[in-house]
């Protein structure tokens, strides 16, 4: 079992820290894989996006990272020009692009962006399933509470 996390040794509560910890240590594990693959901030968290979502449009891509439509396009052709994505036509409506990721995020060199995620997700298999479903339920639910007090 993983080290428990001492209330004392913060102000926050012991599930702040630890997902203060996970956040950081993702943050660092991206951030090292982004150095060795030469790409930017926005150019990995895009590839990332678009391989867990197969087909997205710029749009909804640019909507996710919080850019300008000039900056999307730039971007995705970095990516193309990377050999990172592909740009296919809909076929139901040819004004659309849909991106698909063409890099092997599984091999050498992309896997890097995806190691710990792939490690954090192994680890949560090997876990207690309920326990797994019971904090997933709970941190979504801390999440949404967040949001809102931002309002």
């Known amino acids: 079992m993983a080290a428990m996390i001492s209330p004392s040794s913060s102000s926050l509560p012991a599930l702040a820290v630890a997902l203060r910890r996970y956040v950081d240590a993702r943050n660092a594990a991206l951030l090292a894989a ?9 150019d990995a968290r895009a590839l990332l996006h678009i391989a867990a ?3 997205t449009r710029p749009g909804e891509l640019r909507d996710y990272l919080g850019i300008t439509s ?3 396009t730039t971007l995705i052709d970095r990516l193309v020009e990377r050999g990172a994505v592909r740009r296919d036509v809909d076929r139901d409506d040819r004004r ?6 063409i890099a ?9 962006l995806t ?9 949560i298999e090997r876990s ?21 007090a931002r309002i």
Do not use: I, M, Y
């Open 96 to 101: 659309v692009s849909r991106l698909t990721v």
């Open 53 to 55: 979502n197969p087909g």
């Open 70 to 72: 000039a900056g999307v």
């Open 128 to 148: 207690d399933q309920n326990d797994a479903g019971r904090f997933a339920e709970a941190l979504d639910g801390f999440t949404v509470a967040a949001q809102q």
């Open 34 to 42: 982004r150095l060795l693959l030469g790409v930017n901030e926005l």
């Open 115 to 123: 190691r710990f995620d792939d490690a954090f997700s192994a680890a």
């Open 104 to 112: 092997d995020l599984k091999g050498e060199p992309w896997n890097v």
